[in-house]
């Protein structure tokens, strides 16, 4: 591999299909994504792009090498960096991994060329499908496998960290231990920040010291090796719904913000008191302006207590047509005020997810957005799909901030005057804190489609409505 030509593909070693199998379902696999699984698996036997999307230490390439493995792929496995052209890009059978967040813009038109006429299976693997370069995004549209990091899968251990174990303790030859059930409590409330990784490190670890057929209690857990928690400017709340640290300034920051420019109006018409007493004109502009920056300003802070009041979420299946055409009714007044038109499509999609978080989160989504299209203009929501709002709409020079909504880290500072509105912020915050999601893929034309994807209605929730 030493002398490996700059910009040829890596080849990478093809996985047993046994063992690809058991990687691509549960409990390796989140049990609700058994339809997405089928779908990439017959994309990789069609050679259908696919896009997968899943955290940097949840083992992507075993992910993919388990997909090839199991669509019975003949050809070589491959990883291309974008350096450069080659005849294996085009090779009949092939698998190419590519990690789409790293292309530039060059390597960007030679997969585009390669994806005119597909001979080989490309697997995209990405952290965000918001970050796909926009000249891929509806090439990547049809088949996406979004696999979430261990982290968002507590409930899922009792039966994950065994089947690690067993996967194991099979490639050593020796009996796997049992977990007591105070190391099996450690392991849930640990944040695995460092994905399936750090999780297998640790289990590894603790077998060796349990011995074949023994049991791993919490005293031979070791979570030191777990990543460091990089302080970065996070949309999220923390795990109890509460902003802190930079997450805090962040939000008191946009909030701020929103609340400069009514406070302007009212300092500026006070500046003109003595001018206001002689006109009866002026007085009555100043009262409707004044009135009407007083209650933006009380509408805000009304928000944010109503985002503090939340309770914990507790999902159920919820018709996710139903909630829309609720929250749609409390806005119209908002996006009367722009004449934006609403033309709803789908019907009967379903999610697992609270009511009162989804109709909050939606809410303050319909409103930003209403604050971000020109007017006069259209927004398209579509509910057609299961689990997925798609929101797509005119933006007119706003597309490029759009990507904050989904960027691990705001592209604004603190100090920027071009921030996104605070409902923005507050959305993002109770969807995550529900297992959904934001994304945002820029359209040609200065639209863009701002994507919110919820937990399916079989995942956790408590019952039908």
Same mark, same amino acid.
């Given at each position: 591999?030493?002398?490996?030509?700059?910009?040829?593909?890596?080849?990478?070693?093809?996985?047993?299909?046994?063992?690809?199998?058991?990687?691509?379902?549960?409990?390796?696999?989140?049990?609700?994504?058994?339809?997405?699984?089928?779908?990439?698996?017959?994309?990789?036997?069609?050679?259908?792009?696919?896009?997968?999307?899943?955290?940097?230490?949840?083992?992507?390439?075993?992910?993919?090498?388990?997909?090839?493995?199991?669509?019975?792929?003949?050809?070589?496995?491959?990883?291309?960096?974008?350096?450069?052209?080659?005849?294996?890009?085009?090779?009949?059978?092939?698998?190419?991994?590519?990690?789409?967040?790293?292309?530039?813009?060059?390597?960007?038109?030679?997969?585009?060329?390669?994806?005119?006429?597909?001979?080989?299976?490309?697997?995209?693997?990405?952290?965000?499908?918001?970050?796909?370069?926009?000249?891929?995004?509806?090439?990547?549209?049809?088949?996406?496998?979004?696999?979430?990091?261990?982290?968002?899968?507590?409930?899922?251990?009792?039966?994950?960290?065994?089947?690690?174990?067993?996967?194991?303790?099979?490639?050593?030859?020796?009996?796997?231990?049992?977990?007591?059930?105070?190391?099996?409590?450690?392991?849930?409330?640990?944040?695995?920040?460092?994905?399936?990784?750090?999780?297998?490190?640790?289990?590894?670890?603790?077998?060796?010291?349990?011995?074949?057929?023994?049991?791993?209690?919490?005293?031979?857990?070791?979570?030191?090796?777990?990543?460091?928690?990089?302080?970065?400017?996070?949309?999220?709340?923390?795990?109890?719904?509460?902003? /802190? !640290? %930079? #997450?805090?300034?962040?939000?008191?920051?946009? $909030?701020?913000?929103? =609340? &400069? @420019?009514? +406070? *302007?109006?009212?300092?500026?018409?006070?500046?003109?008191?003595?001018?206001?007493?002689?006109?009866?004109?002026?007085?009555?502009?100043?009262?409707?302006?004044?009135?009407?920056?007083?209650?933006?300003?009380?509408?805000?802070?009304?928000?944010?207590?109503?985002?503090?009041?939340?309770?914990?979420?507790?999902?159920?299946?919820?018709?996710?047509?139903?909630?829309?055409?609720?929250?749609?009714?409390?806005?119209?007044?908002?996006?009367?005020?722009?004449?934006?038109?609403?033309?709803?499509?789908? /019907? !009967? %999609? #379903?999610?697992?997810?609270?009511?009162?978080? $989804?109709?909050?989160? =939606? &809410? @303050?989504? +319909? *409103?930003?957005?209403?604050?971000?299209?020109?007017?006069?203009?259209?927004?398209?929501?579509?509910?057609?799909?299961?689990?997925?709002?798609?929101?797509?709409?005119?933006?007119?020079?706003?597309?490029?901030?759009?990507?904050?909504?989904?960027?691990?880290?705001?592209?604004?500072?603190?100090?920027?005057?071009?921030?996104?509105?605070?409902?923005?912020?507050?959305?993002?915050?109770?969807?995550?804190?529900?297992?959904?999601?934001?994304?945002?893929?820029?359209?040609?034309?200065?639209?863009?489609?701002?994507?919110? #994807?919820?937990?399916?209605?079989?995942?956790?929730?408590?019952?039908?409505?």
């Amino acid at each position: 591999m030493a002398d490996r030509p700059d910009g040829a593909p890596v080849a990478l070693p093809p996985l047993r299909l046994e063992r690809a199998v058991a990687l691509l379902s549960p409990p390796e696999m989140p049990s609700h994504l058994g339809a997405d699984v089928a779908l990439a698996r017959a994309a990789a036997e069609a050679s259908v792009p696919t896009l997968l999307c899943a955290p940097l230490h949840a083992r992507r390439l075993a992910l993919v090498r388990a997909l090839h493995a199991v669509a019975h792929r003949t050809g070589p496995l491959l990883v291309w960096d974008g350096q450069a052209f080659c005849d294996e890009l085009a090779a009949a059978g092939a698998t190419i991994v590519v990690d789409v967040e790293a292309l530039d813009a060059r390597a960007t038109l030679l997969v585009e060329a390669c994806l005119d006429e597909p001979a080989a299976w490309w697997a995209f693997v990405a952290t965000d499908a918001a970050r796909l370069p926009a000249a891929l995004v509806p090439r990547l549209r049809g088949v996406c496998l979004a696999v979430p990091g261990i982290d968002a899968r507590a409930d899922d251990l009792p039966a994950l960290a065994p089947a690690v174990l067993d996967a194991m303790a099979a490639r050593a030859a020796r009996r796997a231990p049992a977990i007591a059930a105070d190391a099996m409590d450690v392991l849930a409330r640990h944040p695995w920040r460092g994905g399936r990784v750090e999780l297998e490190t640790v289990l590894a670890r603790a077998m060796l010291l349990a011995g074949p057929g023994g049991t791993i209690e919490a005293s031979v857990l070791d979570l030191s090796c777990s990543p460091p928690d990089v302080p970065r400017l996070a949309l999220a709340p923390s795990e109890d719904g509460a902003f /802190t !640290g %930079a #997450r805090l300034e962040y939000l008191l920051a946009e $909030l701020a913000h929103e =609340l &400069r @420019n009514p +406070l *302007v109006t009212v300092k500026t018409f006070a500046q003109q008191l003595p001018a206001l007493l002689e006109d009866e004109e002026l007085r009555t502009r100043f009262a409707e302006l004044t009135d009407e920056a007083v209650g933006r300003m009380d509408a805000l802070l009304e928000n944010v207590l109503a985002f503090a009041r939340l309770p914990r979420p507790r999902p159920e299946t919820l018709d996710v047509g139903s909630v829309l055409d609720g929250v749609l009714g409390d806005v119209t007044a908002a996006l009367d005020e722009r004449e934006v038109r609403v033309r709803r499509v789908g /019907t !009967g %999609a #379903r999610c697992a997810a609270d009511r009162e978080h $989804l109709s909050y989160a =939606l &809410r @303050n989504l +319909l *409103v930003g957005i209403a604050h971000e299209t020109p007017p006069r203009q259209e927004l398209l929501v579509d509910a057609s799909v299961n689990g997925v709002v798609s929101l797509h709409f005119e933006t007119g020079a706003a597309v490029s901030r759009l990507r904050d909504l989904a960027a691990a880290e705001p592209g604004a500072a603190l100090d920027d005057p071009t921030f996104l509105p605070l409902a923005f912020t507050l959305a993002r915050a109770v969807l995550e804190r529900s297992g959904g999601r934001l994304g945002v893929a820029p359209d040609v034309g200065g639209h863009a489609t701002v994507t919110v #994807r919820l937990p399916p209605a079989d995942a956790g929730a408590t019952g039908p409505e």
